[in-house]
């Protein structure tokens, strides 16, 4: 895609969805550092159930503390590798209240250091809870970037510097949501929905598929 092309491209995405965010539910940058922890390899309708009976309970650092791991484990039982998540849940509830204030970090690097957070997990919280123009790259957004031809990458880090370098300045806050949306409802893996797609005639994917 050219420059005038991803352009166009953005405009009417943003035409299509005016105000994208995520799907997981939240309301602190607490929350939403939990969910997006909880949501790999999982999905974001599993990780609501769980964290609307979680966060009436314990929705701060030293609240799921409190709940010890036993405890949380009851919470996220129904989350894919959920053993795992909860040692490093609870390692990391550790560490905001002693070294943070109880306060999610707006800092990469504080973020990165955390259990259980890498790099995609730190720009969704970048993104979404603190306003940062960060794209976190899933498999949706991988796949968006390189079968449209807007930003092609071997690999997530690639496709992520691409990404920064060509999403226009005005678009770039949103064009998270708006990449990984249109991956998960429309540009999806087996059979894309090329017919009902809002940029289909600026796709340079060659193997369309006509409804």
Partial sequence: MNKEQIAEMFKRLKKHNPEPTTELNYQTPFEL???VVLSAQATDKGVNKATTELYKVA?????????KLA???KYIKTIGLYNTKAKNIM????????EHNSKVPQEREALEAL????????NVVLN???GHPTIAVDTHIFRVSNRTGLAPGKNVLEVEKNLLEVVPKRYMLDA????????RYTCVARKPRCGSCVIEDLCE???KVVE
């Fill in 33 to 35: 550092l939990i969910a």
């Fill in 59 to 67: 929705n701060t650092p030293q609240k799921i503390l409190d709940l």
């Fill in 128 to 130: 979404t809870a603190f």
């Fill in 115 to 122: 259990p259980g957070v890498g790099r995609k997990t730190a």
């Fill in 91 to 98: 390692a990391t509830c550790k560490i905001l209240v002693e």
């Fill in 71 to 73: 405890g949380l484990k």
């Fill in 205 to 207: 994917f060659e193997e």
């Fill in 176 to 183: 998270h949501h708006w990449l990984i949306l249109h991956g």
